[in-house]
């Protein structure tokens, strides 16, 4: 599967942990997102306050299913269908999600993916272990395999320790992450033996005031943050060896979706995206939402979880003279179902001169949505 520099920096946004367990969901995302990007994205690593929740509807979506085309090269094209199953418990907690990748080329190469994901749950709806099945072949015949385990403690109904196990093509690497709090609730410290790093949050109620990162070599490093007055992050500043820069800018519309980001390295443009959206609820919660009794770790990025559905992204690439200039366009048409969630949605990104580059379109199935 082929993804632009700005799917990679929505996938690595999300915390490392993330990455690891989650390898179909963010594809899914990156499909979602459908952002694109001229620079690698900026390094990911713990930053703001994210908006606040939107409560889900009781609907559950049960099936996701797309199909869509693309360009692997100047000479080679791809088709490609995916579908996600979900599964839940009398409770409505999501128990299982299980997904199939299928891409064909025009050079008669194909790939695949498979996972699985089942996760328990204790009486009181907190998520206890899961365990998730990776397999793919790429176009070349190269084939990878990768599973994991987790399990999760909580004290005060708070989640305090993951433990997990990873085998990737039979490596296996066991690590955890542990959280500690102040008596707000707030995450004060996240570490994880992964890397054998941690970060340091301070709060002023329910504002970040400053975070730092300690890697293994007990480096330290505290980019600049700054909010509105929502809390919601409106720029980061992380400084590099030799003094150079990467900045973020972000913007808001009044539900707290992200219609504007700005990159700026060395204080010169780089890159830039803009959203616009409908008023209906995006289904994303519904397949992703936060877990019971697990914490929002701030970021250098807003973290992922639009409330509504796009309807259009416009990327741009910086000129010579600093410049912003139209680089490519993704329009979003929603069909929606009474509860007014998007069933079908056709996806159609534009070069900068309006041609047609790929397209795709999603389907989602839905239960308890009458």
């Not at 994880?192 to 970040?208: A, H, I, P, R, V």
């Not at 980001?261 to 010169?268: F, G, L, S, V």
């Not at 409330?307 to 000129?319: D, E, I, P, R, V």
């Amino acid at each position: 599967m082929k993804t632009t520099d700005a799917d990679q920096y929505v996938l690595k946004s999300v915390f490392l942990r993330k990455n690891i367990l989650c390898i179909v969901l963010l594809a899914a995302v990156s499909f979602l997102a459908a952002c694109s990007s001229n620079d690698d994205p900026a390094p990911a690593g713990p930053g703001p306050t994210t908006p606040p929740p939107v409560v889900p509807s009781v609907c559950k979506v049960t099936t996701q299913t797309a199909s869509g085309t693309g360009r692997e090269s100047a000479t080679i094209t791809y088709t490609y269908t995916y579908t996600i199953n979900y599964g839940y418990d009398e409770r409505g907690n999501q128990t299982s999600m299980s997904a199939t990748y299928k891409y064909s080329y025009s050079d008669g190469k194909t790939a695949n993916s498979t996972s699985s994901t089942s996760r328990q749950f204790d009486d009181n709806d907190f998520l206890i272990s899961s365990v998730m099945q990776y397999a793919s072949t790429d176009r070349d015949g190269v084939a990878t395999a990768q599973s994991s385990s987790s399990e999760y403690t909580y004290q005060n109904d708070r989640l305090s320790k993951e433990t997990h196990s990873t085998t990737n093509n039979g490596k296996v690497k066991d690590y955890n992450f542990t959280y500690e709090y102040n008596t707000d609730g707030r995450v004060t410290k996240a570490s994880t033996t992964y890397d054998n790093s941690y970060t340091k949050f301070e709060w002023n109620g329910d504002k970040l005031q400053k975070m730092t990162r300690v890697d293994m070599y007990g480096n330290s490093t505290s980019p600049f943050l700054e909010f509105n007055t929502q809390g919601w992050l409106t720029k980061s500043i992380e400084t590099f060896g030799g003094g150079s820069t990467d900045e973020m800018r972000y913007e808001y519309n009044a539900e707290g979706d992200n219609i504007r980001t700005e990159r700026h390295i060395n204080a010169k443009p780089s890159s830039a995206w803009t959203n616009e959206f409908d008023t209906k609820e995006n289904p994303f919660l519904l397949m992703y939402k936060k877990y019971k009794g697990h914490p929002t770790v701030p970021h250098t990025q807003p973290e992922y979880a639009p409330k509504h559905n796009l309807t259009k992204s416009t990327y741009y690439g910086a000129s010579a003279t600093g410049q912003w200039e139209v680089s490519s366009t993704t329009i979003y048409t929603n069909d929606y179902n009474a509860r007014n969630f998007p069933i079908d949605v056709i996806v159609k990104t534009l070069d900068k001169n309006g041609v047609q580059t790929s397209s795709y379109r999603t389907s989602y199935q839905f239960m308890d949505c009458q």
